[in-house]
T-cell receptor, first 115, second 117 residues
Framework: ETGVTQSPTHLIKTRGQQVTLRCSSQSGHNTVSWYQQALGQGPQFIFQYYREEENGRGNFPPRFSGLQFPNYSSELNVNALELDDSALYLC??????????????FGSGTQLSVL | AQKITQTQPGMFVQEKEAVTLDCTYDTSDQSYGLFWYKQPSSGEMIFLIYQGSYDEQNATEGRYSLNFQKARKSANLVISASQLGDSAMYFCAMREGRGNAGNMLTFGGGTRLMVKP
C-alpha cells in the first residue's frame, strides 16, 4: 500500500512569485486536505477536496487555491507569495469525508521558503 | 479562545518510564473526536490514537492510552515504557461534528518530547 507522497520536498521562491505543490493520496483514498504548518506551530487547515471539488476551506485568502484530479491526486497553488507563506505544507488523505472518527494520513510535507 | 491547548512546549522523560502529555480543548458541540499525532523530524504526521466524545472507555493503542476527562475537557496522552524513538513533536487535534469543513482537524501548538537514555 503506497502512502501519501508530496513533491517537491523543498522549495525556495521569492516574494510575489507563484508556486505549485503536489500530492498523491494513499491508494483508495478519495479525499485530500492541505495544511500549513509555520515553524513552531501546529498545522492549520487550508482546504479539502472530495471527488474533485473543494468541500471545506479554512481561513486562508483566495490566492491559496487547489485542484483534485480524477486519480485523486491534488495540487496546492499559491499566488503572489508573501514572506509569511514560508512554512511546511502538509497533504493528508482519507478514505472518506464527513465522519467524526475519520483518520487522516499525512505526507512528509513540502518545506517552502519565501525570500 | 484557543480550541486546543497544549501547555507543555517541551518535556524530558527517562527511557522506559511513562510520560503524560497534556491537552485541553474547547467546544460547544456534543459530538466531536480527539486525535493525537506524532511528528518526527522527517515531518510526517503519524496517527497515534483516537477518542470519540461518546466513547465511555479511554482509548488504548499499544503503549499509547488516552486519559479522557470529558467534564474537564481534557484528553491527555499517556505513553508507557518510553523508547528513544518516541522523541518527536506530539500534537493533539479535534474534529467537531457541527459545521465542520469536511474532515478538518484543529491542532494544538504541540509538545516536544525528548527521551533520555
Amino acid at each position: 500500500e503506497t502512502g501519501v507522497t508530496q513533491s517537491p520536498t523543498h522549495l525556495i521562491k521569492t516574494r510575489g512569485q507563484q508556486v505549485t505543490l503536489r500530492c498523491s493520496s494513499q491508494s483508495g483514498h478519495n479525499t485530500v486536505s492541505w495544511y500549513q504548518q509555520a515553524l513552531g506551530q501546529g498545522p492549520q487547515f487550508i482546504f479539502q477536496y472530495y471527488r474533485e471539488e473543494e468541500n471545506g476551506r479554512g481561513n486562508f485568502p483566495p490566492r491559496f487555491s487547489g485542484l483534485q484530479f480524477p486519480n485523486y491526486s491534488s495540487e496546492l497553488n499559491v499566488n503572489a507569495l508573501e514572506l509569511d507563506d514560508s512554512a511546511l505544507y502538509l497533504c493528508a488523505s482519507s478514505l472518506k469525508t464527513g465522519t467524526i472518527n475519520e483518520k487522516l494520513f499525512f505526507g512528509s510535507g513540502t518545506q517552502l521558503s519565501v525570500l | 479562545a484557543q480550541k486546543i491547548t497544549q501547555t507543555q512546549p517541551g518535556m524530558f522523560v527517562q527511557e522506559k518510564e511513562a510520560v503524560t502529555l497534556d491537552c485541553t480543548y474547547d467546544t460547544s458541540d456534543q459530538s466531536y473526536g480527539l486525535f493525537w499525532y506524532k511528528q518526527p523530524s522527517s515531518g510526517e504526521m503519524i496517527f497515534l490514537i483516537y477518542q470519540g466524545s461518546y466513547d465511555e472507555q479511554n482509548a488504548t493503542e499499544g503503549r499509547y492510552s488516552l486519559n479522557f476527562q470529558k467534564a474537564r475537557k481534557s484528553a491527555n496522552l499517556v505513553i508507557s515504557a518510553s523508547q528513544l524513538g518516541d522523541s518527536a513533536m506530539y500534537f493533539c487535534a479535534m474534529r467537531e461534528g457541527r459545521g465542520n469543513a469536511g474532515n478538518m482537524l484543529t491542532f494544538g501548538g504541540g509538545t516536544r518530547l525528548m527521551v533520555k537514555p
